[in-house]
């Protein structure tokens, strides 16, 4: 069973950066695509980017330029750094794992395992 606990999260004026981390256990890191999704209230769960296990990226347009996803092998550490931030990035920010011999995917109901989330809130 894989664990993933997400932490960084806070309140940010708009302009301001924050760094987001998802720290792993219970696996073998290097299986997983890994993948950051957020949630507003009253909206679904949208995916924001993924790094694969080979450390390619994909984002979501809204975001690129703006956000980084990057992990780190020896901390089972899955970071994103969210610069430029606006107040319509203000969301509960999740990140999941999914195995990596699926495929990648965009989708948050073919991820494996969740985090708990963590607030983003960027003030105007």
């Known amino acids: 069973q894989v664990q993933l606990v997400e932490s960084g999260g806070g309140l940010v004026q708009a302009g301001g950066s924050l760094r987001l981390s998802c720290a792993t256990s219970g696996g073998t890191f290097s299986r997983y695509n890994m993948g950051w999704f957020r949630q507003a209230p009253g909206k679904e769960r949208d995916f924001v980017g993924l790094?694969?296990?080979?450390?390619?990226?994909y984002y979501v347009d809204s975001v690129k330029g703006r956000f980084t996803i990057t992990r780190d092998y020896a901390k089972n550490t899955v970071y994103l750094q969210m610069n430029s931030l606006k107040p319509e990035d203000t969301a509960v920010y999740y990140c999941?794992?999914?195995?990596?011999?699926?495929?990648?995917?965009?989708?948050?109901?073919?991820?494996?395992?969740w985090g708990q989330g963590t607030q983003v809130t960027v003030s105007s």
């Open positions: 790094i694969t296990y080979s450390d390619v990226t």
């Open positions: 999941a794992a999914r195995r990596s011999f699926s495929g990648i995917s965009y989708s948050a109901d073919s991820y494996d395992y």
